[in-house]
């Protein structure tokens, strides 16, 4: 298990760019797979991106690809979301994740940040 702290949310213009961070601590994820998550207001919460322990490998949800990239330094253990040509759909508390794994059902993540606000205005 890690904890994660997530940094670098705020408000920004629809079109506009915002980078999220995720920091480590106790434990490195150095071996694990990392990801994103969000949840809007009135949904349930979505995987937006993942990113394997070697950083080889990436996925993303539909409705990012292209705008968004993870990225991953496991020497500083964290693990960075940048954001560009935002939209107001995009709005959500973003959570970072540690140990994401596809499961039978959907993601089994082991460790989760508290999650930290992105608002996108039009």
């Known amino acids: 298990q890690v904890q994660l702290v997530e940094s670098g949310g705020g408000l920004v213009q629809a079109g506009g760019s915002l980078r999220l961070s995720c920091a480590g601590s106790?434990?490195?994820?150095?071996?694990?797979?990392v990801g994103w998550f969000r949840q809007a207001p009135g949904k349930e919460r979505e995987f937006v991106a993942a990113e394997t322990w070697s950083g080889g490998n990436r996925a993303y949800i539909d409705s990012v690809k292209g705008r968004f990239t993870i990225s991953r330094d496991n020497a500083k253990n964290t693990v960075d979301l940048q954001m560009n040509s935002l939209k107001p759909e995009d709005t959500a508390v973003y959570y970072c994740?540690?140990?994401?794994?596809?499961?039978?059902?959907?993601?089994?993540?082991?460790?989760w940040g508290q999650g930290i606000q992105v608002t996108v205005s039009s």
């Open positions: 994740a540690a140990d994401v794994r596809r499961g039978g059902s959907g993601w089994l993540v082991s460790s």
């Open positions: 106790g434990r490195t994820f150095s071996n694990y797979a």
